[in-house]
Nanobody, 117 residues
Framework: QVQLVESGGGLVQAGESLRLSCAAS????????MAWYRQAPGKQREFIAS???????TYVDSVKGRFTISRDNAKKKVDLQMNSLKPEDTARYYC???????????WGQGTQVTVSS
């Protein structure tokens, strides 16, 4: 069973930055598309950014230009640099292997990001 461990969340003010990190316990990490998702209170979990095995990235419009996804295959990690944070970015953030538009593995605990105005 692949384990996903997210970290780096916290409470920040609008306009500040955070860097999230996700460690995956899979030996084939470098071959996989990985993604970050988030779930705000009372809402469904949503995809926000992905990175392919070759480093190609995709973002939803709401975070484009503010968030940057990256990966370190040697460390089996995928990071999310979040700049210019907004209150509407408040959510619990999760990473997962990205397959057919959704996360494949059992979700980890995620990491909470709270942005105050």
């Amino acid at each position: 069973q692949v384990q996903l461990v997210e970290s780096g969340g916290g409470l920040v003010q609008a306009g500040e930055s955070l860097r999230l990190s996700c460690a995956a316990s899979t030996s084939s990490f470098s071959n996989y598309n990985m993604a970050w998702y988030r779930q705000a209170p009372g809402k469904q979990r949503e995809f926000i950014a992905s990175i392919g095995s070759a480093g190609t990235t995709t973002y939803v419009d709401s975070v484009k230009g503010r968030f940057t996804i990256s990966r370190d295959n040697a460390k089996k990690k995928v990071d999310l640099q979040m700049n210019s944070l907004k209150p509407e970015d408040t959510a619990r953030y999760y990473c997962n292997r990205h397959v057919a538009g959704r996360g494949l593995y059992t979700w980890g605990q995620g990491t909470q990001v709270t942005v105050s105005s």
